[in-house]
C-alpha cells in the first residue's frame, strides 16, 4: 500500500528529528486535544510497516548525507568515556595545545582556551584552560550495546554514577615580556 503524503511527510520529519508527535503535528495530521491523545495516535502511525519502513529508509539517507556510520559513533563514544585527562599533558606537566593531544582526547574535549596575562613588572603569565565532556553518557550507551547491565543483573547503571566533568586551570609559562 502507498504512503498518503502526511505519511511521508510524517517519516521524513521523524527521522530528522526522533519526535514522533512533532513530526505528526508538522505533517499535517489534525490535533487530538491532549498530548498523551496525540503521543499515542504518532506511536500508532509508527507501527504502520509501510510508515516504519519510509523512516527507516529516511534515515539511512541522512546517515549516508552525514556520512555517519555505526563504526564511527561507536568510536566518538569510545573516545570520550574512556578519556584521561593525563593524557592532554606532557611529562613535564605542561599542558598539550588540541593539536598536540592524541586524536582521541581531541575528540573528547568539550573546551579548550588560552589566556595571556601581563603582570605589572611585564612578566607574562599564560593559562590554559581544558574541559572534557561529561564521560557517564557515553559510558552508559557504550554498556548498553556492549549488554553490560544485562550481565551485571543491573537494572539502571545512571542511577549508580554521576557524570564526571573535569575543569583544570593551570599557569603553563612564565617569563618576561616578549
Request: proline share 4%; net charge positive.
Amino acid at each position: 500500500m502507498a504512503l498518503t503524503m502526511r505519511q511521508e511527510r510524517f517519516a521524513a520529519i521523524y527521522a530528522a528529528t526522533g519526535n514522533a508527535t512533532r513530526a505528526r503535528r508538522e505533517a499535517g495530521y489534525k490535533e487530538l486535544g491532549t498530548p498523551e491523545r496525540n503521543g499515542a495516535a504518532a506511536c500508532k502511525l509508527l507501527k504502520k510497516a509501510e510508515v516504519a519502513t519510509a523512516v527507516e529508509k529516511a534515515r539511512q539517507r541522512h546517515c549516508r548525507k552525514l556520512d555517519l556510520t555505526l563504526e564511527r559513533v561507536v568510536a566518538e563514544i569510545y573516545a570520550i568515556g574512556f578519556s584521561n585527562i593525563a593524557l592532554c599533558f606532557d611529562q613535564d606537566g605542561r599542558m598539550l595545545r588540541p593539536a598536540e593531544m592524541p586524536l582521541f582526547m581531541q575528540m573528547a574535549l568539550s573546551e579548550w582556551q588560552e589566556r595571556e596575562y601581563v603582570d605589572k613588572d611585564g612578566n607574562r603569565t599564560i593559562h590554559r584552560k581544558v574541559k572534557l565532556h561529561p564521560k557517564w553518557p557515553p559510558l552508559e550507551k557504550l554498556s548498553k550495546l556492549a549488554g553490560v547491565e544485562r550481565l551485571m543483573g543491573v537494572e539502571d547503571l545512571g542511577k549508580r554514577a554521576a557524570a564526571a566533568k573535569v575543569i583544570i586551570t593551570i599557569p603553563t609559562a612564565k617569563g618576561p615580556k616578549a
